[in-house]
């Protein structure tokens, strides 16, 4: 995909999402309100009596038109996708992004596979990751994705299209801003499955063009490792680096991001981010699993399309560690989506972090609250052991600092993590 579609994308998500927050604005009632575009004021002063309901109900209301428009600029922004390249991206059946003319097909029968050769299909690829077995085929021409989809299931296969991950945040350059290397600290590898890193330790490529850094992968690190002025979560760690994007228009589809974890595992990598978010897909979950059963934590994004928009994966996937952000404040980023468990929240607004060329940048969105959690994962895992997963997490369940309701609730989950790593972007 190409950098200009990321940035609409992400963009949009997180202006539209500055809109709404149901559950952050009743929560701020008695308090001070998120601040809104066009210079409206951040707080409200004290309400009583029979202003509250009124009050609440236009919050509601606002709340429901700022859903749907986030709705709309996620489905506009995925057309755009598409118009500017319809020989790489197509909508699969539900509406989502995913690579054009392929489908995969997870561990077909040799008579299934020929049943389907048969009608047209042609194998692309075959492929083992973690002891999941795929097939990717070329569609037919003229035949629509979910045309193929419904056509291979006919024939006794289970098949999905190969759906892209966009990345969950958005980073802005600041004027004059150069870091220099930071050093010390542990030497632990965390895995960043995301665009190339600069400087990473390892890389590899999973997409055409790869590895190639770019400013989200390398962004995400900082956050982990520390450079220049940034405070990172865990200073001086290592940065395995999965390209899944590159130059590939369709990058960051699911059978990129199953390979990426098999490399992860194969290097022996304790903890992994992914700060991206796409559908569900049967292939990657598969993986996702395979690679937890080997002892590979994966720290993942709820996204920001708002928390109308449909679950987030791979965060929604079980055992996955979900994260979502806060502001400055300690408020619920007010686009951040919704995954199927909140596992932490870490600052994920009103901070800095290090991209290409050691330019400093302000950074908002859950994709970077995840390396923050994932660094302090990885302090208190730095081997592959599933039989410290366990311990690990409460290790990190100790540090959370609880916020909102008493215990564990969906806007928090079990607390903020590292909630003295931002390095504040004034």
Avoid at 313 to 327: C, E, Q, T
Wanted: glycine letters at 14%; proline letters at 8%.
């Amino acid at each position: 995909m190409s950098k200009r579609g990321f940035r609409f994308l992400c963009a949009a998500a997180v202006l539209a999402g500055c809109a709404l927050s149901v559950g952050n604005a009743r929560a701020q009632l008695g308090g001070g309100l998120p601040s809104l575009p066009g210079g409206l004021p951040s707080t409200i002063g004290p309400v009583v009596g029979g202003v509250v309901d009124p009050l609440r109900s236009g919050v509601d209301r606002v709340a429901r038109t700022a859903a749907e428009t986030l709705n709309t600029v996620r489905r506009t922004a995925y057309a755009q996708l598409v118009r500017d390249h319809p020989d790489a991206i197509a909508l699969d059946p539900n509406g989502f992004p995913a690579r054009a003319g392929e489908v995969v097909v997870d561990a077909p029968s040799e008579a299934v596979l020929g049943a389907v050769v048969a009608q047209g299909f042609t194998v692309i690829e075959r492929d083992d990751v973690l002891g999941v077995p795929f097939v990717r085929l070329r569609v037919p021409g003229g035949l629509s994705l979910k045309k193929a989809l419904a056509l291979i299931e006919r024939l006794g296969g289970e098949a999905s299209a190969d759906q892209l991950h966009l990345p969950s945040g958005i980073a802005a350059p600041v004027t004059g801003g150069i870091a220099v290397a930071r050093s010390g600290g542990m030497a632990v590898t965390v895995g960043v499955i995301d665009g190339g890193v600069e400087g990473a330790t390892l890389s590899r490529g999973f997409a055409t063009g790869a590895p190639r850094p770019d400013d989200h992968g390398t962004a995400v690190a900082s956050l982990i490792s520390g450079r220049g002025p940034v405070r990172g979560a865990l200073p001086g760690a290592r940065i395995a680096s999965a390209d899944v994007y590159g130059s590939d228009p369709a990058g960051g589809n699911a059978t990129a991001l199953a390979k990426a974890l098999g490399w992860l595992v194969s290097e022996r990598v304790p903890v992994a981010t992914v700060s991206l978010v796409g559908p569900h897909n049967p292939l990657l979950a598969r993986v996702i699993a395979a690679a937890q059963a080997r002892g590979l934590i994966i720290v993942a994004a709820v996204g920001n399309n708002g928390p109308a928009a449909p679950p987030a994966y791979p965060a929604s996937y079980p055992g996955v560690v979900a994260v979502s952000g806060v502001d400055a404040r300690n408020r619920p980023l007010i686009e951040a989506g919704r995954a199927s468990h909140i596992d932490y929240v870490a600052p994920g607004a009103d901070m800095l972090a290090i991209g290409l060329g050691g330019r400093r940048m302000t950074v908002r969105g859950t994709s970077f609250a995840v390396p923050l959690v994932a660094g302090r994962i990885a302090a208190a895992y730095p081997a592959l052991d599933p039989g410290r997963v366990g311990a690990a997490l409460r290790s990190v369940d100790g540090q959370a600092k609880d916020l909102g309701a008493r215990g564990a609730d969906k806007n928090f989950g079990r607390g903020m993590v590292c909630g003295e790593c931002r390095t504040p972007s004034q």
